[in-house]
């Protein structure tokens, strides 16, 4: 069946713009995350939905990061004012969750780099 | 969740066994080992998880020490698709909300 994926796989955009980067989980899968990586490093946890709620924000850098799951499916993180600093590939991943293991299934990102 | 620690890097043949240790020596009797990989320009992907006893998969299998302060994840017949970051994770099952904590991971080269 069809896995994780993450629109757009690259996004240029300059120092000062708004960014949208979507998320469109496993059908059925309750919990959704987000990741961020940075070039040569693992992974940090930003959030995580299970459901339309987000349970856990605790990773979200600042305030200019905000993450939306609507309708418990389709995600959309959302970066106001980008920083160069904000340049890393953003991952989503998804679990089934209460109904099932914790095994997370990954998409292959979304490349943004801010100029 | 643990701290874990893992060899920055290491080469292996292809064809042979890969054998990738990780130290969890500050484990909690209620955390699972879990290992992911990440081959280039994808997103992770499971690899295997366990508590105390030994676990084989398709995949690979997973030895952990009695005291579980360690584990070492085993590639039976390592090809050149395995190359990738290898990342041992120490987490609390359970079925959903457990963020995984990644370090640095191994970055394992399968050599022709």
Redesign the interface.
Known sequence: GAG?SQTPSNKVTEKGKYVELRCDPISGH??L?W?RQSLG?????LI?F?GTGA??DS?LPNDRFFAVRPEGSVSTLKIQRTERGDSAVY?C?S???????????????TRLTVL | DAKTTQPTSMDCAEGRAANLPCNHSTISGNEYVYWYRQIHSQGPQYIIHGLKNNETNEMASLIITEDRKSSTLILPHATLRDTAVYYCIVRVYQAAGNKLTFGGGTRVLVKP
């Open positions: 994780v309750t919990a995350y990741y490093q693992g992974p940090e946890f995580y299970q349970a856990d990773g991952l991943a679990s089934l969750g209460s109904t099932g293991g914790s095994e997370q299934f990954f998409g292959p990102g």
